[in-house]
C-alpha cells in the first residue's frame, strides 16, 4: 500500500475512544497519526501500521487498493 499525508487508515484495534480511523499526518519509519474520535496524535512505526492496517481511504474519501 502507498501511504499519503491526509489519508485515513482503519486499524484492527479500536481507540480507548472507540474509534478505529487515524488521519496520517507524517509518513516515513515512522508515522504520526491523529484519532478521528478524539483528535489524540500518536507515532507509530511504520512497520506496526502496515500489519495492523484494515482499510485506506485517501483524503477525499474513496477507498485505495
Request: aromatic content about 4%; charged content about 30%; some cysteine.
Amino acid at each position: 500500500m502507498i501511504y499519503e499525508i491526509g489519508d485515513i487508515v482503519k486499524l484492527k484495534k479500536q481507540h480507548p475512544c472507540g474509534s478505529q480511523e487515524w488521519e496520517i499526518l507524517r509518513v516515513g519509519a515512522d508515522f504520526r497519526l491523529k484519532c478521528m474520535g478524539c483528535g489524540h496524535m500518536i507515532m507509530v512505526p511504520r512497520k506496526l501500521v502496515e500489519k495492523n492496517t484494515r482499510g485506506l481511504k485517501s483524503s477525499d474519501g474513496n477507498l485505495k487498493p
